[in-house]
């Protein structure tokens, strides 16, 4: 009968998901548009999402691990070709050198629409390829009107064929102008040295590990194939790890609930500093926090994104954003930005925990940042600060308006450039 595996430290996980994540030091991967691309390499993904209640999810996952974060760096990288926009778990931006693992969702896409795509959705999809073929990469504000008269290629069947040849691999992002997309072929938009040779479920599996070891210093396998429906690639990388633990080259442990994870035995032994006090406001969609089980084993924190909870049952508010300082989630932002205002609303601040004076000071900082980032020059708090003390708002108040003041009188310098295609920089 196999031995149970160890019970994995929580301390020690933490420390190295925070270090791999790029958020337990100041400037984990340098400055300007390179540090974007070194972000995206060592996170492997970052999710692409519609809300913008205040900043949309990929902008600020970058810019809380690179404050020099833009928003034209994406554009950027995407015409550079170091990026590209496909399926995770969810859509993302990912790095070029990962294009081949992409293939197998397309070809999936192949198959489901194979069997009921009508004559009428090949002739619209043949019109829409043509177009992009003769005039260049194309956005779906292009197709309005085409053909006159309400045509069966009128602007709204021909986004869909967009975005249905986008998935099925015909068709990639050239770029993003705003949150619209201008639409190329893959075959003439894809650099001539990617990988075009579909993964098997082995290459698939080992790329997952891989990928995760990297971006949280362990694997599980229910985080590692999230969303991801195939069983041959589950028992695919279950079976790599179980033979990366008979040769010791993983170490196999477990959670306190018994869920198992792997680590790599030298890493997760190795020392590594306590993380930076800052605060962070993170994304609800951040890497760090996408899965709720992990943040409650590893943290002890129960978070949950609640705009898709019905509004009577909502707990925290609508837009709740996590906040880390140090390495403790601490408590539970809800905020919207009134952009004609120039106005950051906190609608409401729950702590985990009774902050101290240095908790709320490093929290106003950040939050005062944040504002800047989104170009507000005000931010109103609410009248209470739930769980905090009563003289916890007052503290707060002055360091984030002591922060805002500095950032005012502060001129922007135009930041050294690193050239976008540098090397992606791994965490150790």
């Known amino acids: 009968m196999p031995s149970t595996p160890p019970t994995a430290d929580p301390r020690r996980l933490r420390r190295l998901l925070l270090k791999r994540q790029g958020l337990s030091q100041r400037a984990p991967f340098g400055r300007g548009r390179g540090a974007t691309l070194r972000a995206v390499a060592q996170l492997g993904y970052v999710q692409i999402d519609t809300i913008s209640v205040v ?28 990026l590209f926009e496909y399926w995770f778990h969810a859509a993302a931006l990912l790095p070029m050198a990962d294009y081949r693992f992409a293939l197998p969702r397309m070809q999936q896409e192949r198959d489901k629409y194979r069997s009921h795509r009508g004559a009428k959705e090949r002739r619209l999809e043949r019109f829409v390829l043509d177009r992009i073929e003769a005039e260049g990469p194309l956005a779906a504000r292009h197709f309005e009107g085409s053909g006159g008269g309400g045509g069966w290629w009128d602007w709204k069947p021909a986004k869909q064929a967009l975005e249905r040849l986008f998935m099925q691999g015909t068709l990639m992002i050239h770029e993003r102008q705003g949150f619209q997309k201008r639409f190329e072929l893959s075959e003439r938009g894809l650099p001539a040295t990617v990988d075009r040779s579909p993964p098997t479920a082995a290459a698939q599996a080992e790329h997952l590990i891989e990928h995760a070891l990297r971006a949280l210093g362990y694997v599980a396998v229910d ?7 195939s069983k041959p690639l589950r028992d695919a990388v279950q079976a790599q790890l179980e033979r990366d633990t008979a040769e010791r080259r993983l170490l196999g442990l477990r959670f306190a609930d018994g869920r198992r994870l792997w680590v790599d035995p030298e890493v997760y032994e190795a020392r590594l500093p306590a993380a930076a006090p800052d605060a962070r ?24 994104l609640e705009c898709y909870v019905p509004a009577a049952k909502r707990r925290f508010g609508y837009f709740v954003l996590p906040v880390l300082i140090g390495d403790r989630f601490v408590a539970r932002l809800d905020a919207k930005l009134h952009r004609s205002r120039d106005l950051l609303e906190v609608l ?28 507000a020059t005000a931010v109103q708090l609410p009248g209470r600060l739930a769980g905090a003390r009563r003289t916890a708002r007052s503290t707060l108040q002055q360091a984030l308006e002591t922060e805002l003041a500095r950032a005012e009188s502060t001129p922007v310098e135009p930041q050294a450039e690193p050239g976008a295609g540098a090397s992606p920089q791994r965490l150790r």
Request: charged share 30%; aromatic share 8%; glycine share 2%.
């Open 348 to 375: 409401a601040l729950h702590f985990d925990q009774t902050p101290d004076g240095t908790d709320l000071v490093a929290l106003g900082t950040e939050l005062a940042r944040y504002a800047t980032r989104q170009q």
């Open 281 to 304: 406001i993170l994304s609800p969609f951040d890497n760090a926090v996408i899965h709720r089980r992990r943040l409650s084993d590893l943290f002890a924190f129960d978070y949950q």
């Open 223 to 229: 985080e590692a194939t999230y969303l991801r429906r």
């Open 55 to 82: 900043e949309r999810a990929h902008h600020h996952t970058l810019a809380t691990r690179n404050r020099d974060h833009q928003q034209d760096h994406i554009n950027r990288l995407l015409l550079d070709r170091a």
